[in-house]
């Protein structure tokens, strides 16, 4: 009779799952439309989307959107507001307007987050009023306004120019709720363990990229740079941390079967860095 296998002594760990989600922003599949986003993150295994609201049509209009999620599987798990430069007309140019149609939307969606960049300088108006109008929506809607860290823009000669107000750290800012995003830390030179343990409970946002400190905003495939995205993401799940990893990587001059496997291996760098720290 063959030996009978010997049974452990020990007691089995619990394996502990990752409370955060890993989405993919619309963005990432630039200059694919928004219905690409949906159909990748279904096929690869992403558990939603982030939707930039852009020229794109789609990505302003709650059917539409509804519609791909549920065909794909694929929940919004968040929106970025038209706060970029090459959306200053998108949803007319009233900059709260922009930010409360967002917010309609993110309700209308199911999700839970809008994504806002900082007003620039000659926004004087807005940028007075933006700390307020920003805790106002939230108290008032139960959406987070999660303002994203920018970076100074480098002129001609390495001469900086600080583009944005009350300023592009929302570190020392008095926001509720924080974006890190891990390429413009490295375009800034922030450290960005050092912001994440800073902003600690504010940090509810997530934007996964890479960069190598160019003065142009890069968004490198994680570990392709010289950002800690692995550290991020292994302090952020020995936390318990539960808010959502957005992966925003640029693949415009990349071929589509070369952009699916960026964003494979952004989703499998995530995954695997997230479930480190709960091993």
Not at 143 to 170: C, F, G, K, Q, T
Not at 178 to 187: C, G, K
Not at 193 to 222: I, Q, Y
């Amino acid at each position: 009779m063959p030996a009978r296998p010997r049974r452990g002594t020990g007691r089995a760990r619990p394996v502990a799952v990752p409370r955060a989600k890993v989405g993919v922003s619309t963005a990432s599949v630039y200059p694919e439309n928004c219905a690409t986003a949906f159909e990748v993150a279904a096929r690869l295994g992403y558990d939603g989307v982030e939707v930039m609201v852009w020229t794109d049509p789609v990505t302003r209009e709650a059917g539409a959107l509804h519609a791909l999620a549920e065909h794909h599987g694929v929940p919004v798990l968040s929106v970025h507001a038209p706060t970029l430069l090459i959306t200053q007309r998108v949803w007319g140019t009233d900059p709260w307007e922009k930010v409360d149609r967002s917010i309609e939307l993110a309700l209308d969606l199911g999700a839970d987050t809008v994504v806002l960049h900082p007003p620039f300088r000659w926004q004087r108006e807005y940028a007075a009023g933006f700390v307020d109008g920003v805790a106002l929506r939230e108290n008032d809607t139960g959406i987070r306004l999660a303002v994203e860290n920018m970076y100074p823009w480098r002129a001609p000669r390495s001469r900086e120019v600080e583009a944005y107000l009350p300023h592009w750290d929302p570190v020392p800012q008095p926001y509720d709720h924080v974006t890190l995003d891990l390429s413009h830390t490295a375009t800034a030179g922030s450290d960005a363990l050092g912001m994440v343990r800073d902003l600690g409970e504010r940090l509810a946002h997530l934007h996964l990229a890479d960069g190598v400190g160019s003065p142009r905003d890069e968004h490198l495939v994680p570990g392709r740079g010289t950002q800690p995205c692995d550290e991020v993401l292994e302090t952020l799940a020995a936390q318990g941390w539960s808010g959502h990893v957005i992966v925003e990587v640029a693949t415009r001059r990349v071929q589509e079967a070369q952009r699916e496997l960026d964003l494979a291996e952004s989703l499998a760098f995530a995954r695997l860095h997230l479930a480190a720290a709960t091993a």
